[in-house]
């Protein structure tokens, strides 16, 4: 409220004989130093009551009051304006009925606000007078409470005691209790119960990561789902440090050492199902930030047939993991889904009479029947001190979880020349570009043609929600964007597909993920080209001639199927010339 009215209110209250001139004079002078509504200096000063208070400036400005600490403010109204807003405006919605949002607001003159929430929660406002602190009080009791019942559905009928078993590869009796022992010091502390919210509520969105992130005066915590974040809880700050020494305590990290980075995993159980977390500790500004991992067995899916590849790089990968010998290297950004795809390659081709051994970091999803070794830098066990250890176990099949160097790349490639079959990951953003990175690290060409098999490059896209999925006619200037020709159409109207947003997809309009994968093979005549070390363009070009699905022909194939929509393609993808020159 403006200054002017202040004043006229404090004028309204000494006519109304509910102070003395003197009172309004000392609320005055205070307000000269402290920057606060005159009726809330005269209510903490004890001269007026919030309900005189309220009454007054009800009348003043001719709006209806209300009383929040009596009031039950709805759930439904909560969800339809974010606590941003809430906050950013001193209000918060309170009811609701057919297309009208009852708010109750500490200024409901302010039409930006007005306009912010209708806009937001796409209904009408009626403005309700509230005093500032009880709005503020009841953003913090009722947002905090709104998410803590959707985590309660989440977690209905789970206890501490036979939900949340922490384990740690590795670690011995002594270290055991000593972390039972401080997990029961703190059973009863609502960081606990925090905790498991966040832990339940990331499952519950089928989120791959969770984000726990200190600013200066509130905890955020967001979630990773389909490759993009989405926000969570928002609380104070003062919770920061009960979480992260919860997460390090179940990760069996320590929880005095705040200065460097720390990393570990922990396991639960929820209603008899195994999820797996890998945990980062990274200190920032205000404090440590933790990401965890959510490695849910339940969810992951291993089956190459089911991961969406289409049908030409998916017979290529298929062909060439059945070779007794050479290298397939699967490239793409963190997050990409490649080692899911070396995860599915290896249940494709294993058999009883086969010996599979994988080097990773961390293990992250443990495989029956298959020898798995995390490496471990602080006891010299790296990727490359372990390929050598590996390779005297005389195995078949050897997956490198990452070649991050030259000496790791080298053993690598040398294990694929002598009669081994090894998947791994590099870090490229084509198919052409696992060649040139090998390059880069030192590895003559000569070793590359005789070794690779196949090259390929993945992401991976939203799908369309299948239960609010519609067509549309796509424009023109799209199909251009895209690249989308008449030889894609084959003389057919193009339908596109979105998603129009409903509760199962949280309006998103999207659920789940498929793989977009361009995979490149050897042929004699890109051999000859990577022996003349070419230009990547180069190679691009011939493989694409050859026949090579490239990232965006397979999102362009996901579009035309329906699977997921053009905005996405172009959010993975670039189109083909402007990497083939």
Same mark, same amino acid.
């Given at each position: 409220?403006?200054?002017?009215?202040?004043?006229?209110?404090? *004028?309204?209250?000494?006519?109304?004989?509910?102070?003395?001139?003197?009172?309004?004079?000392?609320?005055?002078?205070?307000?000269?130093?402290?920057?606060?509504?005159?009726?809330?200096?005269?209510?903490?000063?004890?001269?007026?009551?919030?309900?005189?208070? @309220?009454?007054?400036?009800?009348?003043?400005?001719?709006?209806?009051?209300?009383?929040?600490?009596? %009031?039950?403010?709805?759930?439904?109204?909560?969800?339809?304006?974010?606590?941003?807003?809430?906050?950013? %405006? /001193?209000?918060?919605?309170?009811?609701?009925?057919?297309?009208?949002?009852?708010?109750?607001?500490?200024?409901?003159?302010?039409?930006?606000?007005?306009?912010?929430?209708?806009?937001?929660?796409?209904?009408?406002?009626?403005?309700?007078?509230?005093?500032?602190?009880?709005?503020?009080?009841?953003?913090?009791? %009722?947002?905090?409470?709104?998410?803590?019942?959707?985590?309660?559905?989440?977690?209905?009928?789970?206890?501490?005691?036979?939900?949340?078993?922490?384990?740690?590869?590795?670690?011995?009796?002594?270290?055991?209790?000593?972390?039972?022992?401080?997990?029961?010091?703190?059973?009863?502390?609502?960081?606990?119960?925090?905790?498991?919210?966040?832990?339940?509520?990331?499952?519950?969105?089928?989120?791959?990561?969770?984000?726990?992130?200190?600013?200066?005066?509130?905890?955020?915590?967001?979630?990773?789902?389909?490759?993009?974040?989405?926000? !969570?809880?928002?609380?104070?700050?003062?919770?920061?440090?009960?979480?992260?020494?919860?997460?390090?305590?179940?990760?069996?990290?320590?929880?005095?050492?705040?200065?460097?980075?720390?990393?570990?995993?922990?396991?639960?159980?929820?209603?008899?199902?195994?999820?797996?977390?890998?945990?980062?500790?990274? +200190?920032?500004?205000? !404090?440590?930030?933790?990401?965890?991992?959510?490695?849910?067995?339940?969810?992951?899916?291993?089956?190459?047939?089911?991961?969406?590849?289409?049908?030409?790089?998916?017979?290529?990968?298929?062909?060439?993991?059945?070779?007794?010998?050479?290298?397939?290297?699967? /490239?793409?950004?963190?997050?990409?889904?490649?080692?899911?795809?070396? $995860?599915?390659?290896?249940?494709?081709?294993?058999?009883?009479?086969?010996?599979? *051994?994988?080097?990773?970091?961390?293990?992250?999803?443990?495989?029956?029947?298959?020898?798995?070794?995390?490496?471990?830098?602080?006891?010299?066990?790296?990727?490359?001190?372990?390929?050598?250890?590996?390779?005297?176990?005389?195995?078949?099949?050897?997956?490198?979880?990452?070649?991050?160097?030259?000496?790791?790349?080298?053993?690598?490639?040398?294990?694929?020349?002598? !009669?081994?079959?090894?998947?791994?990951?590099?870090?490229?953003?084509?198919?052409?570009?696992?060649?040139?990175?090998?390059?880069?690290?030192?590895?003559? +060409?000569?070793?590359?043609?005789?070794?690779?098999?196949?090259?390929?490059?993945?992401?991976?896209?939203?799908? *369309? /929600?299948?239960? /609010?999925?519609?067509?549309?006619? +796509?424009?023109?200037?799209? @199909?251009?964007? @895209?690249?989308?020709?008449?030889?894609?159409?084959?003389?057919?109207?193009?339908?596109?597909?979105?998603?129009?947003?409903?509760?199962?997809?949280?309006?998103?309009?999207?659920?789940?993920?498929?793989?977009?994968?361009?995979?490149?093979?050897?042929?004699?005549?890109?051999?000859?080209?990577?022996?003349?070390?070419?230009?990547? $363009?180069?190679?691009?070009?011939?493989?694409?001639?050859?026949?090579?699905?490239?990232?965006?022909?397979? !999102?362009?194939?996901?579009?035309?199927?329906?699977?997921?929509?053009?905005?996405?393609?172009?959010?993975?993808?670039?189109?083909?010339?402007?990497?083939?020159?």
């Amino acid at each position: 409220m403006t200054a002017p009215l202040k004043e006229r209110i404090g *004028v309204l209250l000494v006519k109304k004989k509910l102070i003395t001139e003197k009172q309004l004079k000392e609320a005055l002078q205070i307000q000269k130093d402290k920057p606060e509504k005159i009726g809330e200096i005269l209510v903490s000063l004890g001269h007026i009551s919030k309900a005189e208070l @309220l009454e007054v400036l009800s009348e003043q400005l001719n709006i209806p009051a209300i009383r929040l600490g009596g %009031y039950k403010i709805q759930p439904e109204a909560i969800k339809r304006v974010p606590r941003k807003i809430a906050e950013h %405006y /001193c209000l918060i919605p309170v009811a609701q009925f057919a297309n009208t949002i009852t708010v109750a607001m500490s200024d409901p003159l302010n039409v930006t606000a007005i306009d912010d929430v209708r806009q937001t929660a796409g209904a009408e406002v009626r403005p309700m007078l509230a005093m500032d602190t009880d709005i503020k009080e009841a953003i913090h009791t %009722y947002y905090d409470e709104n998410v803590a019942q959707a985590l309660k559905e989440t977690m209905q009928g789970m206890t501490l005691e036979d939900t949340l078993q922490v384990e740690e590869a590795g670690s011995g009796a002594d270290s055991q209790g000593s972390t039972q022992e401080l997990l029961q010091l703190t059973e009863e502390e609502p960081v606990v119960k925090l905790t498991n919210s966040i832990l339940a509520e990331g499952i519950k969105r089928r989120s791959s990561d969770i984000f726990v992130e200190p600013e200066e005066k509130t905890l955020r915590v967001r979630f990773r789902v389909d490759g993009l974040l989405q926000e !969570g809880i928002v609380t104070a700050h003062g919770m920061h440090a009960g979480v992260v020494s919860r997460i390090k305590v179940m990760s069996n990290l320590d929880i005095a050492e705040h200065r460097v980075a720390q990393d570990g995993r922990f396991k639960i159980k929820i209603r008899d199902k195994e999820v797996d977390f890998r945990v980062s500790v990274l +200190p920032t500004y205000f !404090g440590e930030k933790v990401v965890l991992r959510i490695l849910d067995k339940n969810q992951a899916t291993l089956d190459i047939e089911k991961l969406g590849f289409e049908p030409s790089p998916l017979a290529a990968l298929k062909k060439y993991s059945e070779h007794p010998h050479g290298m397939i290297a699967v /490239c793409g950004p963190t997050g990409a889904g490649k080692t899911t795809t070396l $995860y599915s390659v290896l249940k494709f081709i294993d058999r009883p009479e086969k010996n599979i *051994v994988t080097v990773e970091d961390p293990v992250e999803y443990q495989m029956e029947g298959i020898n798995q070794v995390a490496i471990r830098p602080e006891v010299n066990l790296t990727f490359a001190a372990a390929l050598r250890s590996i390779l005297r176990q005389d195995p078949d099949i050897i997956m490198v979880g990452e070649i991050r160097d030259s000496e790791t790349a080298d053993i690598a490639i040398k294990a694929a020349l002598t !009669g081994h079959l090894v998947l791994s990951t590099l870090h490229a953003t084509t198919a052409v570009g696992a060649v040139t990175r090998l390059l880069n690290m030192g590895i003559e +060409p000569f070793l590359i043609t005789s070794s690779i098999l196949l090259a390929g490059s993945q992401r991976l896209v939203r799908k *369309v /929600c299948v239960k /609010c999925k519609e067509t549309y006619e +796509p424009p023109k200037e799209l @199909l251009l964007q @895209l690249g989308i020709t008449e030889q894609h159409l084959q003389s057919k109207k193009p339908l596109f597909c979105r998603g129009k947003g409903c509760e199962t997809c949280g309006k998103k309009g999207y659920s789940g993920r498929a793989v977009l994968l361009e995979a490149m093979t050897l042929t004699p005549a890109m051999k000859a080209l990577i022996l003349k070390s070419a230009q990547e $363009y180069e190679m691009k070009r011939l493989a694409i001639a050859e026949g090579m699905m490239t990232l965006r022909e397979n !999102g362009i194939s996901k579009i035309l199927q329906g699977t997921t929509t053009p905005e996405e393609v172009l959010r993975v993808t670039v189109r083909d010339g402007e990497l083939a020159g």
